[in-house]
């Protein structure tokens, strides 16, 4: 049986796990795309789905506006509407589950979590007559480079993890932290995702077609741990150094290494708010 998924997420990266994800696992659905929610509406106009993955942070409409609309429509109201976001405190969820939301997925995720959250949807809808296990990858987040390349060849992941590692003056000593971040400069802003946090830098891994910021350009961080949305920090930085992950000139992501502007007191605070610690006074 085929099966129609709409995915929506402003997020090329996010976008192209996900397809991955749902292609090895489902490899019978067929996949359309919206970058924000205005687009993903214009597609709903012409077709119907028999499931709906979608970002809740996006440009023009978002993913709870999207949702709403959804289920204002007899065409789509019982659609399984399943959203993605790291906006996972208790009144967003609660906010999307007044919405109509059939289910909710936190980022960073692993493809176990997201293929569980997808059957369960389609099953509960009779388009999936069972529900497989979902075997191969831990629960939780996934790591940087299994997000944005899972079929790489070892000596690949082997080299950019390498890279990624010394791309941070602390990496020896800092915390495996990982999470997700946005980086605003300007008028523009990119999805990473975290790598590497150390106590005077971060290393984020983006992908090198996404708008990227020039060596030296003061930016905006927006930083969260997983779905902890009550743990969401803002800190200002500049772009240290970019790199490629892989070793290759048409390497497809590259990893950008930011130094912290704050002064030492406001930002031991705020890294010690990001990993769920009490900051010693």
Known sequence: M????????????????????LKKFLPQCEILEASDGKKAQSILNKTSFDLILSDWEMPGMSGEELLTWVRAHDKHAQTPFI???????KSNIM??????????????????ELMQKVQKALHKAGKLN????????STGAFSS?????????PSILG??????????????????????????????QLKCMIKQLGVDDMVLVARRSDPCP????TVQLELSPGNDVARLVHLEAYVHAIAAVEKKPDAEFLALTVRFLADAASLKQELAAFRGETPNA
């Open 95 to 112: 906010r999307a589950v007044e919405a109509g939301v059939s289910d909710y997925l936190g980022k960073p995720f692993s493809g176990e």
């Open 214 to 217: 020039g060596i030296l350009q």
């Open 130 to 137: 069972t529900v497989a296990p979902v075997g191969g990858r």
């Open 2 to 21: 085929k099966i129609r998924i709409l995915l929506t997420d402003d997020a090329v990266f996010i976008r192209d796990l996900i397809k991955r994800t």
């Open 159 to 188: 080299s950019a993890n390498t890279l990624l590692n010394a791309g941070t003056a602390n990496a020896a000593t800092a915390p495996k932290t990982r999470g997700t971040g946005l980086i605003k400069w300007q008028d523009r």
């Open 83 to 89: 959203m993605i976001t790291s906006l996972g405190d």
């Open 145 to 153: 480079l299994e997000i944005f390349n899972p079929n790489a060849e």
